[in-house]
């Protein structure tokens, strides 16, 4: 039976049983707590592989985008499992995925918001009822299904020190000059615990490529600016190839204060988003095995990389 259970909404404590049943079926994954959130909710990282290629990838920066945890999870089971039988997985042996690359994997970047989405954060309690009043100052987003943020109210994907006061000023000018459910920036760069542990992840890792999930649209955002990337146009144009999805830029009013921006910038190396499935966020469960199956090849390939010619 698979410890992964991908038919029931994921929340906090199922991703923290999964990371903790998985590393106990499988001793050669590894976890670590980064961090804990600023309701007490761990943040967890799942590495396997032994190789010198490092990859991060991360999911559920935003609340409502919870199906992707699943996404980063089962990849993992799968992973692990094809090692230990001698397996493949998209047709490649997992033991050279393991033996050429270490994969780092943060399931659930923001652990608060998610619980608040899923509903395992229950009315009247403390987290619940700091939501609902800064949901009050913001009636035009749904509660709670409409909430991108953390606890506080903060973006996390909007907190990187990648044109940062840009994306203030854009999104004050839109009406999220304080907190909300979803587009605030916060007081500054790296002031949240998501984005400070995401940061100092990547800074020790210092990954060849970082993938951030997130939904919805089926495209993939690979630029920042006007930065030239080597190899990140031909990584992007396979997994545009194998995925399905269009490769696209990014809306202006969402182009800046990024994890993905801020890797790009500061690391001259690939970083993408991938936006998934189709519909208003939180996508329906019955998306999923399609999800999945779309970004399998983008998940495995990205830990190889592309073959040098």
Not at 55 to 74: D, G, M, P, Q
Not at 122 to 141: K, M
Not at 204 to 229: M, R, S
Request: net charge negative; proline share 7%; charged share 20%.
């Amino acid at each position: 039976m698979a410890i992964v259970q991908t038919d029931v909404p994921i929340t906090s404590g199922g991703c923290r049983e999964a990371v903790q049943a998985l590393t106990a079926r499988y001793p050669f994954l590894r976890s670590r707590v980064l961090t804990q959130s600023a309701f007490g909710n761990s943040i967890c990282a799942l590495s396997l592989g032994e190789g010198e290629r490092n990859v991060i990838y991360s999911a559920a920066f935003h609340a409502n985008e919870w199906i992707t945890t699943l996404v980063l999870l089962k990849f993992a089971e799968e992973l692990a499992q094809a090692y230990e039988t001698g397996g493949k997985l998209y047709g490649v042996p997992a033991k050279t995925i393991l033996k050429a690359s270490t994969t780092h994997l943060v399931p659930m970047v923001n652990p608060d918001g998610v619980d608040l989405v899923t509903g395992a954060t229950e009315p009247g309690t403390l987290p619940y009822v700091a939501a609902r009043q800064i949901a009050d100052n913001f009636p035009a987003i749904p509660f709670p299904n409409g909430w991108k943020a953390n606890m506080l109210g903060v973006d996390p994907n909007l907190q990187y020190p990648a044109r940062w006061l840009l994306a203030r000023e854009i999104k004050f000018r839109q009406g999220f000059d304080r907190p909300a459910p979803r587009d605030y920036v916060g007081r500054a760069p790296l002031s949240q615990r998501e984005s400070i542990a995401m940061a100092e992840l990547t800074e020790e890792v210092n990954p060849e490529l970082v993938l951030a999930y997130h939904t919805q649209g089926k495209v993939i955002y690979w630029q920042f600016q006007d930065y030239q990337v080597p190899g990140a146009r031909e990584l992007a144009e396979e997994f545009s190839r194998i995925s399905g999805y269009e490769l696209e830029d990014a809306p202006y009013e969402s182009s800046f204060a990024g994890y993905k921006d801020w890797f790009i910038q500061s690391f001259r190396r690939p970083g993408f988003t991938i936006e998934c499935g189709l519909g208003e966020s939180p996508l329906p469960l019955s998306q999923f095995e399609e999800i999945y199956q779309a970004n399998l090849g983008i998940l495995v390939t990205a830990a190889l990389g592309l073959p040098k010619k």
